[in-house]
């Protein structure tokens, strides 16, 4: 049987160790590479919103991965998740956003779901696609979506403890309202860890380890 291969696109270079240790546990005999460019989420946030430019781009990554042999196609980044949806339907192999083996996690958990964010430009799209999936699903959800002011600025500055904060202060109060948690961006996972078990009444999800099982469903 001919080896998978599995093309990763990323906004941001600090997601490659990360999946790639996933993939290495989760999906060993595929193989990996990885396709990155930071400039994708840094244009967003200067225009507001995703924009048509952007949205080309994406696809022409989705493109070059496929083009680059990879048998699926997984772009680890929720803020640009229209465009990968719209690139897929040009391109001849499958191509899955990270977060939607999570929405319909957290679709088939609760019909009480809620999004935490940092950032505007991703929270928006996952709430969207929570919404999307649930219909898909004929289920009728309730979504409460929470913006963490200020906390992506202070990790892009370095404060890492007040981001963590912000997050997990946002997670306690969400957890009292709602049957399944949402993290919209990957690197607030690391705050649920910290969290007392009082403060975890209902599951918090991440997209990383839960696409990649999806992953491994397919592959």
Do not use: W
Not at 40 to 68: D, K, W
Not at 141 to 151: D, F, M, P, V, Y
Not at 173 to 191: F, H
Request: aromatic share 2%; proline share 5%.
């Amino acid at each position: 049987m001919k080896q998978k291969t599995l093309g990763l696109i990323h906004t941001s270079a600090i997601h490659v160790p990360g999946f790639a240790q996933l993939c290495k546990e989760k999906i060993p005999g595929v193989k990996l590479f990885n396709i990155v460019d930071d400039s994708l989420v840094s244009g967003i946030a200067a225009a507001g919103s995703l924009t048509p430019t952007i949205a080309r781009r994406v696809a022409g990554y989705l493109e070059s991965a496929e083009l680059a042999g990879a048998d699926y196609i997984m772009v680890t980044c929720s803020s640009i998740g229209p465009a990968v949806e719209a690139g897929a339907k040009l391109i001849g192999v499958p191509v899955v956003r990270v977060d939607q083996p999570m929405a319909d996690k957290a679709v088939a958990i609760g019909g009480k779901i809620g999004v935490v964010a940092t950032l505007r430009t991703t929270l928006e799209p996952t709430a969207d696609l929570i919404s999307r999936r649930a219909a898909m699903a004929g289920k009728k959800i309730e979504l409460t979506s929470k913006l963490c002011e200020g906390a992506f600025e202070a990790l892009m500055s370095g404060d890492a403890a007040t981001h963590d904060a912000k997050v997990a202060a946002a997670l306690k109060e969400l957890s009292q309202s709602v049957d399944v948690i949402v993290l919209a961006q990957a690197s607030m996972a690391r705050v649920v860890d910290t969290l007392k078990p009082e403060d975890k009444r209902v599951p918090i999800l991440a997209s990383p380890g839960i696409a990649v099982d999806y992953l491994a469903t397919v592959l």
